[in-house]
């Protein structure tokens, strides 16, 4: 192989810069396993689909290519279970310090593949964020799937905090789709957007939400509406394609199952589905904390707050640092006496243009005297 690359190849930049090392020295070696590997992985690229490949160990058995990844560094193909031992000892992981706490390997390493045509870089490195499982080959394998993701994305990409979001309803689907080719003759989520197969996608959506015939009940009955949802706007998604390609069959199939969509879903999934999330409901009774109680855990949180507030003074530390944000986060929670989120959501530049001075006349005529002194302690 060397000798091959030095004679033909002896214009390609990493070939020249491979051959400039002496002969046996390590610098040369390494340059030509990295150019052999690189070689592998754009075969790999290419047949992977087929079941073929070129992994850096043959493995003893017969093996699945869902069971492989690349290396981010070599680009080696090597077993998932083997992975975070080779990245330790990789001998082409560059030499800058990780950073503290745990490394997700098989997310980084799922991203050293190119994504497919037509999906943007940046769909692919939110989607190998995820874990690596059969639901996770399921999504990358579907083409409805891939382009309902895209449109989440360029909806909802803009904001990392709806990244999850974003998985979470690939994955919905990706578990659908595995559930129907266990139990159904639908293979594709493409099969699920025709009119003749809508009973199959009921069947599906049940099984998977975990509906029990005997009490009319589902034990995720959220699940069965979200997907329902999904499945939706997926048929808008194909009609609209398939008329910019001008398959009007296609067009008309994914028209004819959403007017079947409206026509019976509520009856056989929405009714049982909303019946079960309201009867949950009732059975779940809201705790209320006691007043001393409340009146302790401010107290607590003030007596926290000046303590950490002087050993800042004296002497900075990111950790006190850490612990006073905690607090101060907790505390404006407990004044929102709404939802964290809605409070993690706040910007410190909105935070920072806070104006006290500022009297807003409306709406303290809609507060009480504790609420309005409360306001003024608190800001």
């Known amino acids: 192989m060397a000798r091959h690359l030095e004679c033909a ?6 070939v020249a810069r491979a051959v400039s090392f002496p002969k046996y020295s390590k610098e040369r070696r390494m340059c030509m396993e990295h150019l052999r590997n690189k070689g592998n992985f754009a075969h790999n690229v290419e047949v992977l689909n087929s079941g073929v490949g070129i992994p850096r160990k ?3 058995d017969e093996s699945q290519v869902q069971n492989f990844l690349h290396c981010a560094y070599c680009q080696g193909f090597f077993t998932k279970k083997v992975l975070w031992r080779h990245r330790k000892i990789c001998k082409f992981k560059p030499s800058i310090p990780l950073k503290p706490g745990r490394t997700r390997v098989q997310a ?6 190119p ?3 037509g ?12 874990v690596q499982d059969e639901v996770y080959f399921a999504v990358k394998s579907d083409p409805c799937i891939m382009e309902y993701g895209e449109h989440l994305y360029n909806r909802l990409g803009y904001d990392p905090r709806k990244h999850e979001y974003i998985r979470q309803k690939l ?5 659908l789709l595995i559930c129907s080719r266990k139990n159904t003759p639908l293979k594709m989520i493409q099969d699920h957007i025709k009119p003749a197969n809508f009973m199959y996608v009921i069947e599906a959506v049940k099984d998977i939400a975990g509906y029990n015939s005997e009490t009319d009940a589902y034990r995720c009955p959220s699940l069965a509406l979200k997907i329902g949802y999904s499945l939706k706007k997926i048929s808008m998604l194909v009609e609209s394609r398939a008329n910019v390609q001008s398959d009007y069959s296609a067009a008309k199939d994914a028209r004819i199952f959403r007017n079947v969509y409206e026509a019976r879903w509520n009856a056989l999934i929405s009714a049982a589905s909303l019946r079960t999330l309201q009867e949950s409901k009732w059975n779940t009774p809201q705790l209320l904390p006691f007043t001393k109680d409340v009146q302790t855990l401010h107290s607590f949180l003030d007596a926290q707050q000046e303590e950490l507030f002087s050993q800042l003074s004296s002497e900075t530390s990111p950790q006190t640092r850490a612990q006073l944000t905690k607090v101060i ?3 404006v929670i407990l004044f929102n006496r709404r939802r964290s989120g809605e409070v993690s959501k706040i910007p410190v530049s909105a935070y920072l243009s806070h104006n006290p001075s500022d009297p807003q006349e409306k709406v303290n005529l809609a507060l009480s005297d504790l609420e309005k002194k409360a306001e003024k302690a608190e800001f």
């Open 115 to 117: 994504p497919p045509p």
């Open 329 to 331: 986060l907790t505390k």
């Open 9 to 14: 190849h002896q214009d390609k930049p990493d």
């Open 119 to 130: 999906v943007k870089e940046q769909l692919w490195k939110l989607l190998n964020k995820m």
């Open 58 to 60: 043959q493995p003893k």
């Open 171 to 175: 994955r919905q689907l990706g578990r």
């Open 108 to 113: 980084l390493c799922g991203f050293a593949a």
